[in-house]
Structures are given as C-alpha cells and as structure tokens.
C-alpha cells in the first residue's frame, strides 16, 4: 500500500465540512459568503415534451428519455482495450451566485462531457421551513451546512433541471453533512439512512410545497427513478449505508475512501467507486482525487492561505489531476474518479485546476476519453461478461494493459458523445452561514 498522507490519513476523510472546528468556521460543503450575483446560462427548455406528465405536487415531472446521452454501451471482447473513463462530481451542487455550476456547465458542453451533481435535498428548504428536516441524532431543522437564500434556491433549480437536460446525472449528497460528535453520520444506523434519504427525496420532490414558487419549471425527471447512488458526508459510514442502498435499487456509491486507481468491484451488490489515491507532485506521498484533500496538504487548516502560494499551488493541484489521469490512461486503464465542490477556497484555484485539467482530458486527440456520469459508468460495466472485468481488475495501478490483458490491438473506439447543444434556459455547495 502506498503512503498516502492525504486527509483521511489524518482521520477527516476526505471533505471540508467535517472539520469545521479546525477550520476556524469555515465549511468545506458549504461558502460561508457567498460571492456576488452573477447571471448564469438560462435553464434548458429544449428536448421538452410539450405536456410533461407532473409528478406530486409538481416538483418534478417525467420528461420521458434524459436527452444528450451517450450512445448504448457495447461489451468488450477479451483483450480489447477499454475506453479511459473519467468522472467529475460535484458534491452538494448549489448555486450561491458564485457562477460556478453554469461555468461547469458551460465546461462540460464545450468538451462533450457529462458529469454527476450530488445535490444536498436540504439546498431546496428555505430556512424559514427548517424545521422541516429531522435529522437522526440531531435537533430539529439543525445542520453543519447552511440553507440557501431563496434567490440559490431559484438558481439551484435553474442549473439542476438545466444540468439535467444537458445529460449530466443528479446523486444526492443527503442532507445536513454531520461529521462530528455524537449526531455524525459514522454512528448512524441504516434506520437513519433509510429516514436521511427519504428526507433528501422528499426535498426534491416537494420543492414546490416547500418553497411556493410558481414561477418555476419542474424538475425534468422523477427523482425517486433518477436517483441511483450518492457520496456520504465527509466519506463516513459507507457500510451501514450500503444495505440500504441495495434495498433501494441504487447501483453504485462514491463514499468510499483512499482507493487506489484499479477497477472497481461490488460491495452488497452495489459499485463501490471510491475516490481514489494519485500522484501528488513534489512529494513522495499521493493524495486523495478530491479538490478538498489538496487544499489539506497546501494551506493545511485554512481555506485562505497567503495569496503568494496560490499560483504554485494552483499548478501543483492541475498537476496532480493530470498524473493521475495520465498513470491510468498510459497503463491500465482505471477509470478515473474526482470530486469537487463549487467553492472559491484559497482563491478559486481549485476550480481553476479542474477546469484546466479536464481540459487536457477532453482534448479531441483523445478519441478513447470518455468524460461520464457516474451513472453512465456503470451503464458500461453492467453490459460487460464478468470475465472481462476480473481480467481488467487483475491489473495493478500503473500496470500495462497489455501485461496481462493481453497485446490485441484494439477496434476503432466508439465515437464519442455529441456535445449536448446549448440550452435555452438556466448549484455551489455553498449554503449561507455566518463567518
């Protein structure tokens, strides 16, 4: 195993919000100011049946077949060569006048790239209506991230059902991010999961009821259907989480932490896709692929270090997400798992490494790149025999594909998804707290 002195070998695994108290305040999941309103893309209309079926309360509705996605996946023969997949999520996934998720919208469109929004169901719940959320082993209406103004809530609708007409996927992220103390999600039980999650979907679905919008569209899908994984708060809890998420039909989860970059298994019959362990440069230790982990190892208990590092820091955390790409497109092939949160931690540098480092990705030379969902991953390995995958998960990190699955020049690769068309219509994890 590799020296990995990232933050979960500090014991915070993997995300900010859990460590609020060495943060001084400040919240990983969450911005504790929010920047200046901005105008974002307008939410998408287009590929809109004319009479979309309204679910409930009219929340949500069913639109019929998600548009923009990529074509059916195929099985592999034995030895061909796969596609090098690569997944960026966002987690919480609210819009707080920072620009981020249209920016990142913007991104994905530009570079024929789907990706996957882990919404916290308590971004859609005006903090008037808190008292709403009980959450397990915690007061009434309490939690460690903060509830949006009703403006982000508008925007956070806006950019969801536009995101979600683009062919990106919604996860959730839960609801209140507790990691600490008795109340954190590491002492729940899969009752707690089980109320946790229906809270979240009831959040999503009952928007409407909640808030008393009128003049929005509904969510574009029926999210009791759409939602088919998730990532937990601070990465915390994964196996009482798994069960339940069996039980629900959910297909994978991203909570797990410190994986390495080898092909993914199944834990209770769920992919278990994990953040995972990659080069940092000018250290002999790796870090985890989360924007939030870098951060941890640069300006240590702060989000805003001296600004003098930023542009070191800025290059060090895009070269760490190209070596990770790279070790895994050069040998064998894992796909490639990074999380994200839209925040402006130590200048906005992380998201300035993310979006130079999908570009590198994204770069049309690369036929063989796909930038999916979490959800269109798995499309993919559920079409493979098992055969093909226990020959993929017999290579190591950094171990070439041919070393074992063989020298086979490998098929012309499938086009790549077209780029989804720009929208016509218009999240951050960052709720409002106080400094």
């Not at 023969?77 to 920016?103: C, H």
């Not at 530009?110 to 919404?119: C, I, K, P, V, Y």
Request: hydrophobic share 35%; aromatic share 10%.
């Amino acid at each position: 195993m590799r020296d990995s002195r990232d933050i979960t070998r500090r014991g915070l695994l993997g995300m900010g919000v859990g460590v609020a108290a060495a943060l001084g305040g400040a919240v990983g999941c969450s911005s504790a100011t929010a920047g200046p309103e901005r105008g974002g893309d307008p939410g998408a209309k287009a590929n809109a049946p004319v009479k979309p079926r309204l679910i409930g309360d009219g929340s949500t509705a069913d639109y019929g077949h998600q548009p923009n996605q990529p074509p059916k996946p195929v099985p592999l023969e034995m030895g061909e060569k796969p596609p090098q997949f690569v997944i960026f999520s966002w987690d919480g996934a609210g819009e707080v006048g920072n620009g981020l998720f249209p920016r990142f919208r913007k991104l994905a469109r530009d570079h024929g790239a789907r990706m996957t929004f882990f919404l916290s169901g308590i971004y859609l719940v005006p903090e008037s209506k808190k008292r709403l959320y009980d959450p397990p082993n915690n007061p009434v209406g309490a939690s460690d991230i903060g509830y949006l103004t009703d403006a982000h809530i508008k925007e956070t609708l806006r950019n969801m059902r536009a995101a979600w007409l683009e062919g990106h996927e919604v996860g959730t992220h839960f609801n209140g991010h507790f990691c600490q103390g008795s109340g954190s999600v590491a002492h729940w039980t899969q009752q707690d999961w089980e109320s946790e999650i229906e809270q979240a979907v009831s959040f999503v679905t009952r928007w409407r009821t909640h808030t008393g919008f009128t003049d929005l569209d509904p969510l574009p899908f029926d999210y009791r259907k759409e939602l088919v994984g998730g990532r937990t708060p601070c990465l915390l809890n994964q196996d009482n989480l798994l069960p339940v998420a069996a039980k629900l039909g959910w297909r994978y989860d991203a909570s797990s932490a410190g994986g390495l970059q080898v092909w993914p298994k199944k834990k209770h019959g769920v992919w278990d896709l994990p953040l995972q362990q990659m080069p940092f440069p000018g250290h002999s230790f790796e870090v985890l692929s989360m924007d939030y982990n870098i951060l941890a190892n640069q300006s240590k208990n702060t989000t805003r270090g001296p600004s003098y590092n930023y542009s070191a820091w800025r290059r060090q955390a895009t070269e760490s997400y190209i070596a990770g790409f790279d070790r895994a497109y050069e040998t064998n092939r894992a796909p490639f798992f990074v999380g994200n949160h839209f925040e402006e931690w130590n200048g906005g540098i992380y998201m300035d490494a993310v979006e130079e480092a999908l570009k590198y990705m994204g770069d049309d030379k690369r036929k063989d790149v796909r930038l999916v969902s979490f959800r269109q991953f798995v499309d993919w390995l559920d079409v493979q025999s098992p055969d093909v995958l226990a020959q993929l998960r017999g290579l190591d990190v950094g171990e070439k594909w041919q070393q074992k699955a063989g020298s086979k020049t490998p098929p012309k690769a499938p086009p790549r998804p077209a780029k989804p068309a720009r929208q016509t219509e218009d999240d951050s994890e960052g709720g409002e707290e106080d400094p």
